[in-house]
């Protein structure tokens, strides 16, 4: 189990809807997506890399014209329209502001695809791409083995002759710097430790299925098992399919959509029999993903209403907790924190006011405003590996602007986790990165009437937790530091 | 000013251009051609303002072909990227001695096509001259670098409780130095008057290189208003590289109405009502249903009735005391002229959701139509029901829905008209449509644009406004600062004597070559 076992195991052709486009391959960008810009150019001023560089070429409204343009046969297929469509961030800035509607990322998203077959990545950079994104994300299995080999690495003693002796220096930049906060990996993922099916806590509202990801449960595993505990505690019952896969967001960033519709087949096939009436996601890239799975299948009518289905059931833990109706926690957690808007949660999603709303009911919690707290930190997927650049002048940005009375900056979602992380590191300060659920989890857990017993859920990391700095990731850079 | 009637003559004419962007589109006042080669020029540009300041690949250069104005795009040989005068001085200054044309840009979010490189112009970008250089807040000055975003000005100095007035739909993303080419308005122009009452001086690149300073930061200007000759030139004269505002203290308190109305001459009577009352408001902005249904598909969906003609925004603004007579008054006025349904904003949340839905309306036309033309008339305020009722009409008679988007406090019209540029033929007759639009306009007493330029778009339209004689002049002033039309050559004012060609849209195939339509 856990390999993927698609329904149909390989890709159908897909049935070719008409329309007019240069574009050479099935699941090209829509002349109805791009056609929509009128060329206003409000989402200038909120694009990332445009900010960056005044380069309109590196705007919005100026990739969504390449694209066009390329569609319609004026602009080949080649770095012109292909470097662009890759520096963007993917971020979705644009499509807050944009008032005509247009759907940017599907068009990046799409374009990329197009890009992907044309050219598929080689070199260091396409065996790196196979390897991780073909290779190792879509299998929980090996995956696993990665992690525990991380987990050795850091338990051994390993990590401490590593750096002692510079063998770091033989990495390439982007990874020595990740590899100094990533953070202590825990030896069973929470799709390995947790039980197939937790009972609600007091009125049952409903059954959601947890959705474990990759990234979250490799290096944030105790983060799922919290939103496991949050949502239990809120009267959900919580199944977690075991036979689940990667979500497929990553595969999609780089292009690799034939990949991403393996693996998002297979999931809408796990979670659709699970019966649970919620997808629970606490990752804002993979829940923005899930939730645009149908844009997977525009030409695959049977898989297109199965993904609409899927998606319809997809929340953020957040998203969810306030929409069936959460308890404010008893216990308190007396800190300062301010939240920064993951924008896969902000933008694609539209999920701005629940999680502030979840950590304005923590009691002795202080949340202050982080300017311009929707930019983008630059992690942006697997972004920060392929543009290390443009990644660490967002990073600088979004580390300047983190008020100096905070002592904790929260957000949901693991890869902004990991670069702010970075950021943290790299600046020698006393911040603390969290996901939001461990500061709910925290503050239920310092109810007197609260158990916690899910399971052999992190008990050890429970009790007593009043002071909410969630155990394994207090101090700056986290596992690295130490 | 003169207006000389051409009541009766043949529709606008406009120079048909190539279907695709091109870098030698035909345009009056065309500049000689220079022998220098790309390779030299490139060099030359890269000498001054750094390797990664300077675009010139063919394929980078498509997003250059046009702001936001589509309808005529055309390639820039090269985008060059200044951080300082010096280096703009110097950029022009080679320019000029190799005869190369040129323009200046700012964000590209002009409606009239100011930008738009029709003589394969050298495109001088302003968006890395950024910087708010000082700020005098007792003397309520600020110097401000002319790529500087409207709304970041404001966002930089609003701790302190200052703001910058002129207020463009696009404000947050327009830069003050394109504020200042075209003298744009706002919806708060009303009460506080357009960019030109915000700007006292400026250092200016002349088109040979020169670098002059205009105007001066206190008391009106000593002789000739140069100053007030270079805001609204729209870069024919010349490229402002500092430019000195006018910022002012937050009104103390602020009072927002939203009035439904079942038919529109009861707002339009409304408008004229308020102000005939002795109340100035900071702005009275109208919405038809048309453009009520778009905004509200939008993110910014306020719930418009869809049994409604016209919804008003009216804001009172200034000292606390009083304020609330004055917007009972206003709401009074407006029971008084048969509103459906008048609304104080309760909070600065419902404030902001009305106003964002009101700037947003232009781009969220995109969501009822394929494409659009929006115009820019002006009219006297008396004649509102009476324009508004002949546009109906013209949209009847074309079989093209227009909405109405606009200032209807000072009388700045912004009829939207749609179209949908995959029908053969229907973007002409958008474009005719616009024009008739602007006659009506011209007719009952008023201009052909209130605040988005002339540009290229409405250049021919000029003639409804100016004789020869007047153009001329005109011509003749701008010749004095712009001798050999280098800069921005072919815009704001038609050259003489041009034969009378039907407005047409640049391409013939496929669907919408520029892609978006403005």
């Known amino acids: 189990m856990g390999q993927v076992q698609p329904v149909q195991s390989v890709e159908p052709s897909l049935v070719r809807m008409s329309r007019q486009t240069a574009f050479p391959f099935d699941d090209a960008p829509e002349e109805d997506k791009y056609s929509v810009c009128v060329h206003c150019g409000f989402c200038l001023e ?91 994300f879509p299998h929980p299995e090996r995956l696993r083995r990665v992690a525990r080999l991380i987990r050795f690495y850091q338990r051994s003693g390993l990590q401490g002759i590593v750096r002692k002796t510079g063998a770091l220096r033989l990495l390439p930049e982007a990874a020595r710097e990740m590899e100094a906060v990533v953070p202590k990996i825990s030896e069973k993922s929470a799709l390995e430790a947790l039980p197939e099916r937790l009972p609600a806590i007091g009125a049952k509202k409903g059954v959601g299925a947890l959705f474990t990801g990759c990234v ?13 505990r949050v949502a239990v505690r809120n009267g959900l019952d919580v199944v977690v399919p075991k036979t689940q896969v990667c979500c497929g967001a990553l595969q999609i960033h780089a292009g690799d959509r034939e990949q991403a519709r393996k693996m998002a087949r297979h999931n809408i096939d796990v979670f659709l029999q699970s019966g649970a009436d919620y997808v629970i996601i606490n990752a804002a890239g993979c829940g923005s993903a899930l939730k645009e799975y149908p844009d997977l299948f525009r030409d695959d009518p049977v898989y297109l209403e199965r993904a609409t289905t899927f998606s319809g059931r997809v929340r953020d833990i957040s998203e969810l907790l306030v929409e069936v109706g959460f308890e404010a926690p008893e216990g308190s957690v007396e800190r300062t924190v301010t939240y920064h808007d993951a924008c896969h949660l902000c933008h694609a999603q539209k999920v701005r006011s629940q999680p502030r709303q979840l950590l304005r009911s923590i009691p002795g919690l202080k ?27 967002l990073l600088e940005r979004k580390m300047d602007d983190i008020p100096d009375n905070a002592d904790a900056v929260v957000m949901g979602n693991p890869g902004c986790m990991m670069q702010i992380r970075l950021g943290v590191h790299k600046r020698g300060r006393q911040l603390d990165v969290l996901h939001t659920v461990e500061l709910l989890d925290a503050a239920y857990a310092g109810e007197k009437t609260w158990q916690g017993g899910v399971g052999e859920v992190g008990e050890t990391e429970q009790g007593g937790q009043s002071s909410g700095r969630a155990p394994g990731r207090t101090g700056a850079g986290g596992g690295g530091s130490r | 000013m003169t207006t000389e009637s051409t009541q009766g003559q043949t529709p606008p004419t406009k120079t048909q251009r190539d279907a695709q962007p091109t870098q030698s589109a035909q345009s009056d006042a065309q500049p000689t051609q220079s022998a220098t080669s790309q390779m030299e020029l490139v060099a030359a540009m890269q000498r001054i303002v750094g390797a990664k300041n300077v675009i010139y690949e063919p394929h980078r250069l498509h997003v250059f072909s046009c702001d936001g104005y589509v309808a005529e795009p055309s390639l820039p040989r090269a985008v060059v990227m200044p951080t300082n005068t010096d280096e703009v001085a110097a950029v022009v200054r080679w320019l000029h001695q190799h005869k190369i044309p040129f323009l200046p840009r700012g964000a590209g979010t002009g409606l009239s096509g100011g930008a738009i490189p029709l003589n394969g112009e050298v495109i001088i970008s302003l968006v890395k001259m950024k910087k708010l250089l000082s700020v005098d807040f007792e003397n309520l000055r600020a110097v401000v670098q002319p790529g500087l975003v409207n709304l970041n000005l404001t966002k930089l100095i609003t701790g302190e409780g200052y703001y910058y007035a002129p207020d463009p739909s696009s404000q947050s993303v327009c830069t003050i130095g394109g504020n200042l080419a075209e003298n744009a308005g706002g919806s708060h122009c009303l009460k506080y008057g357009v960019t030109t009452n915000h700007i006292v001086a400026a250092k200016f690149v002349l088109p040979d290189g020169e670098v002059i300073d205009v105007g001066s930061g206190f008391g009106d200007p000593i002789g000739y208003d140069i100053l007030g000759l270079i805001v609204g030139s729209e870069g024919t004269l010349g490229i402002a590289t500092e430019i000195t505002v006018r910022i002012l203290k937050k009104p103390q308190a602020v009072k927002t109405a939203l009035a439904m109305f079942d038919r529109v001459e009861d707002a339009s009577n409304t408008v004229s009502a308020i102000i005939g009352a002795g109340i100035i408001p900071a702005a009275i902005e109208m919405m038809d249903q048309l453009a009520m249904q778009a905004v509200d598909k939008s993110n910014y969906h306020v719930g418009y009735p869809t049994d409604i003609e016209a919804v008003l925004l009216i804001e009172v603004d200034g000292l606390a005391a009083g304020l609330e007579e004055d917007a009972g008054r206003v709401v ?15 909070s600065e949340a419902e404030r902001s959701l009305w106003w964002s839905s009101r700037k947003m309306a232009f781009g969220a036309i995109g969501r009822v139509s394929p494409d659009y033309i929006v115009q820019d008339g002006v009219i006297p305020r008396t004649k509102l029901t009476e324009v508004l009722q002949r ?12 909405a109405n988007v606009f200032h209807a406090g000072d009388g700045n019209l912004h009829p939207l008209i749609c179209y949908d540029s995959r029908i053969p033929g229907e973007t002409e007759k958008a474009m005719r449509v616009g024009s008739e639009v602007l006659r009506v306009c011209v007719d009952v007493g008023g201009t052909i644009t209130g605040e988005h330029g002339v540009g290229i778009e409405k250049v021919e339209e000029m003639r409804y406004q100016f004789g020869e004689a007047d153009l001329a002049a005109q011509l003749a002033m701008r010749d004095v600062f712009n001798p050999g039309a280098l800069c921005n050559a072919g815009k704001l004012i038609p050259s003489p004597a041009r034969c009378v060609e039907v407005k047409q849209a640049r391409w013939t195939t496929g669907r919408n070559a520029a892609g978006v339509e403005g």
Do not use: W
């Open chain 1, 46 to 136: 909120v694009c990332p890399t445009y900010q960056e560089l005044g380069d309109e070429n590196h705007s919005p409204r100026g990739r969504v014209l390449l694209i066009r343009e390329a569609a319609q046969g004026q602009l080949p297929l080649d770095a012109s329209v292909v470097d662009p469509v890759f520096t963007c961030l993917d971020c979705r800035a644009c499509e807050t502001v944009c008032p005509s509607g247009v759907q940017v990322g599907s068009l990046i998203e799409t374009a990329r695809g197009q890009a992907h077959i044309a050219n598929p990545p080689v070199g260091r950079a396409g065996r790196l791409e196979r390897l991780f994104l073909r290779g190792i």
């Open chain 1, 216 to 228: 979250m449960d490799v290096f944030f595993s105790d983060i799922n098992q919290a939103t496991a």
């Open chain 2, 391 to 402: 546009i109906a009409d013209i949209s009847c008679e074309s079989g093209l829905p227009i």
């Open chain 2, 332 to 346: 009074e006025i407006c029971e008084q002229n048969h509103v459906r349904m008048v609304k104080v904003a309760g």
């Open chain 1, 367 to 393: 949340l202050v405003d982080l300017p311009d707290s929707e930019r983008c930190c630059g992690s942006a997927g697997i972004y920060n590996l392929t543009h290390p650049d443009m990644a660490m002048a």
